[in-house]
């Protein structure tokens, strides 16, 4: 049955037009809200891409990343004698960093003075927040993530710096941010903004530890909500949690949302502002038209220009193409919920393949040498599944894909969300 799914899904898009072999070259965070605080702790991330290195001896040096988001300026001293350094992205963790996550080795070596780990944060780092509210973390042996307050904001060059003597994942996250299941929604659509808190753990007795857990807010630390500009409207009242109706429109346009918070930060920099009771926060949505399909992969971001949705013996069928991309998934079924990465012959299961600098990725890949069959972590999910003939369908992805060349395995991060008209 999937074969004659697939043969008519081609034969689908061939009549829609929408094959894009010619035309192509080519947090959102999510926290949890409502849960009791307890401290956060994951499993380690999976490696990503290819690791920087460098043999780095007594002189000291300097090893970064090839964009300089992260780099390491091991001073003269620091090691006895030549010592490879390697740093390396991992797949994000929304239960605590921004977006981006990095795995600095060697682990366990005896530094004889702390190097310095600088961040060059973007906006997507500050997305639903401030820099100033913006903190290194790193991820401990045992699983826990852990605040580091003692370091260096510099605004105009928009870095963070951090004095380390020790090495494992390493990233930065807010202290507090407004929450957003998406940063882009359709024209009309509702959905949840939460104002929330990354903090020490309350229950935690070793002093600057800083051990982190997610914090609810109460009504009374909520000062005011309200639309700084771009217009919809709010409704909730003074609570962390409130909804968020975007404008009727049919062109991208942006909108910001301002909350105003107090007493919610147990410890920050006190060369920082917002040590007064009071914090503002803010975050800016893009507001998009009635259908759109917008996806990162490989740390760009793309908008599709052609896209189409079909059902087809039960089977949704999706795919989308920019100028130096293309995605497309394969669920089967349509009901709402996760359909996560696997085998289709396996109940609510998907495929999915996307495309970086001329390079398919897919959910799934055989290894070489054992013919053992891999599937990347990752999941397509509806929220709604509208009527054939142009019924709306919404949703999201994310997960990881891998490519596999020589034997070789690449990976790539892939997020995205969609709202379209059924064409089937």
């Not at 410890?267 to 507001?287: A, E, F, H, Q, W």
Request: hydrophobic fraction near 35%; include cysteine.
């Amino acid at each position: 049955m999937i074969m004659n799914t697939q043969k008519r899904f081609i034969k689908f898009f061939l009549l829609a037009g929408l094959i894009v072999l010619g035309i192509s070259c080519k947090k959102s965070d999510t926290h949890t809200p409502g849960k009791p605080a307890e401290p956060i702790r994951t499993p380690p991330g999976q490696v990503m891409g290819t690791p920087t290195k460098a043999t780095i001896g007594a002189g000291g040096g300097v090893i970064a990343m090839p964009d300089q988001y992260i780099s390491l300026q091991v001073p003269a001293g620091a090691v006895d004698a030549d010592t490879e350094f390697s740093i390396q992205e991992v797949t994000p963790n929304a239960a605590v960093s921004t977006g981006r996550l990095f795995r600095i080795l060697p682990e366990g070596i005896n530094l004889k003075k702390p190097v310095e780990i600088t961040f060059r944060y973007t906006d997507a780092d500050i997305a639903g927040s401030s820099e100033d509210y913006l903190y290194p973390c790193y991820q401990s042996s045992d699983g826990l993530w852990h605040k580091v307050m003692d370091c260096t904001l510099d605004k105009a060059n928009k870095t963070i710096k951090v004095a380390a003597t020790h090495f494992s994942d390493w990233g930065v996250f807010r202290d507090i941010a407004i929450h957003s299941p998406k940063a882009e929604i359709g024209a009309n659509e509702e959905i949840d903004l939460e104002a929330f808190v990354l903090d020490e753990y309350t229950e935690n007795d070793k002093q600057g530890d800083g051990v982190l857990a997610p914090s609810s807010l109460k009504p009374e630390q909520i000062v005011e909500w309200k639309i700084v500009y771009g217009g919809g409207t709010i409704s909730g009242g003074k609570n962390p949690k409130i909804k968020y109706k975007a404008p009727d429109t049919n062109q991208k346009t942006e909108v910001m949302i301002e909350v105003t918070v107090k007493n919610v930060v147990k410890r920050s920099d006190p060369k920082r502002p917002g040590n007064g009771g009071l914090m503002i926060v803010r975050r800016t949505l893009t507001i998009l038209p009635e259908e759109y399909v917008t996806w990162t992969i490989g740390g760009k971001k793309y908008t599709g220009m052609f896209f189409a949705l079909g059902v087809f013996d039960g089977h949704a069928i999706f795919t989308a193409t920019a100028v130096e991309s293309e995605i497309a998934f394969h669920t089967n079924g349509t009901k709402l919920g996760k359909y996560s990465f696997g085998k289709l012959d396996d109940p609510k299961k998907s495929t999915f393949s996307g495309t970086d600098n001329l390079v398919t990725y897919r959910s799934d890949y055989t290894e070489c040498d054992t013919y053992k069959h891999v599937i990347g972590e990752g999941a397509v999910v509806f929220e709604t599944f509208g009527e054939s003939g142009g019924g709306i369908v919404q949703g999201t992805f994310e997960g990881t894909l891998y490519n596999i060349k020589n034997c070789d395995v690449t990976a790539r991060h892939v997020v995205g969300t969609f709202r379209v008209r059924r064409t089937y």
